[in-house]
């Protein structure tokens, strides 16, 4: 392998083709930001559009604003929008609520659909809102279904013909390693059980093709590579052949056929409505409708290869110069995500210590530093200058100081 030195990086940067974008958004000067995987930054165009909504349609237009500027259909215009992003046609998916509250009506739903059936399959050490929701639903429904958690490498062999369920998210929210969706959705289903897919690592990130791989279920976030802001709406998408079986247990009033009748008995909406509960949070919708509109322009089968091979040149240059850290992640670039994973006991405060040098990864407890790659706004210089900083920060002990030491409430 040959040396790299950082002249390489600069030249890629002159002939990177999604360069341009990099301007649609706001980084301070300085500042190397490798966790748009945790919160993606601000686009440009977000605060202005905001302002608008709160301006003009709540200032003034006020309750007319939910037909005139039609707050009330965002949800599905919206959740149309992140289908196009994860391969999923119109009428599927619906942008509403948090990712955990939507795991919750995805599983019930699924345990609905497969009354005789008593396993909830997922994988120790999932992102932990996934199994706890399932354990939620479990405790709920007393002893008619039990959670199975199995390591990663045992969960396919699991899944058998008394699985309702299985939950996987598609790109570890850790090391960054990835599911074959197509393969394992297919797994699941020729036992006969349904597969939720969760993409709150993906989207955004790389292409999906949710219709084509037959998928049935799927959730994720939109403030991570969908850089819709902090708490930003969820999605939920539903496969068309499930709608009409499709029972969510939180029977707000949004999801009612005919919510305006204001009916004392509940009857769900035909189409992915249904996933709704209550009112949508129209400053946030406006906030990630910038977000989603900014994403659409981006090519991501484009966005998949920077993203590649800036995983693959950050590994690399680990290699070459970082001895200290195990790699956390896959080395294979079509099993790994949009991140890449170095361990180190330490790894809490080596974040630190690059945090106050503006260069921002995470850390993820007990010893894994998380550095994210969103080609939307990085270069390939960053990965370079990173991995200078990091040298100097090992190599000099310069993160054994009090101050990077003690750890913080959020990591
Ligand atoms: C970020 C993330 C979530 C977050 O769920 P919230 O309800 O938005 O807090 C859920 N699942 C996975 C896999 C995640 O990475």
Request: glycine letters at 8%.
């Amino acid at each position: 392998m040959t040396k790299l030195i950082r002249k390489n990086f600069e030249l890629l940067d002159q002939n990177d083709s999604l360069a341009p974008m990099r301007d649609e958004f706001i980084l301070q000067e300085g500042l190397i930001y490798l966790d748009g995987n945790s919160l993606g930054v601000l686009p440009k165009d977000t605060a202005n559009r905001v302002n608008e909504v709160i301006q003009q349609q709540w200032g003034v237009d006020l309750i007319r604003s939910w037909n005139c500027h039609y707050w009330m259909q965002k949800p599905i215009e919206l959740g149309d929008k992140v289908g196009r992003l994860v391969g999923a046609e119109a009428g599927q998916t619906l942008v509403c609520d948090t990712t955990s509250i939507n795991i919750f009506k995805l599983a019930a739903a699924a345990v609905k659909m497969r009354p005789d059936r008593t396993k909830l399959i997922t994988e120790t050490g999932n992102f932990a809102t996934d199994l706890y929701l399932l354990q939620g639903l479990a405790k709920l429904l007393g002893d008619q279904v039990q959670v199975v958690a199995l390591p990663r490498d045992q969960v396919l062999h699991a899944i058998d013909d008394d699985t309702a369920l299985v939950l996987l998210t598609h790109v570890h929210f850790k090391t960054g390693a990835m599911w074959d969706m197509a393969t394992v959705t297919q797994l699941a289903q020729e036992k006969g059980a349904l597969m939720m897919w969760d993409l709150s690592h993906s989207a955004g990130a790389m292409p999906i093709s949710l219709d084509s791989f037959n998928a049935d279920l799927a959730v994720g976030c939109t403030y991570k590579y969908l850089n819709g802001g902090p708490g930003s709406p969820a999605f939920v998408y539903v496969a068309k052949r499930h709608l009409a079986q499709f029972e969510q247990p939180l029977t707000g009033w949004l999801g009612h056929a005919k919510p305006f009748a204001f009916n004392d008995d509940y009857q769900g909406a035909e189409g992915i409505e249904q996933a709704m509960c209550g009112t949508p949070s129209v400053l946030a919708n406006a906030a990630l409708e910038v977000a989603l509109d900014l994403m659409l322009k981006a090519d991501m089968e484009q966005v998949r290869l920077k993203s590649q091979h800036m995983g693959k040149l950050f590994i690399q240059l680990i290699q070459q110069r970082c001895p200290w850290f195990e790699l956390g992640s896959p080395i294979n670039d079509e099993q790994r995500g949009s991140q890449v994973s170095l361990i180190h006991t330490q790894g809490y405060a080596i974040i630190q210590a690059l945090i106050e040098r503006n260069i921002v990864g995470d850390f993820r407890a007990p010893d894994n530093l998380r550095f994210g790659f969103t080609p939307l706004y990085l270069k390939y210089v960053d990965l370079w200058d990173t991995v200078d900083a990091l040298v100097d920060i090992m190599s000099n002990e310069h993160w054994n100081q009090p101050q990077f030491l003690n750890k913080k409430a959020v990591t």
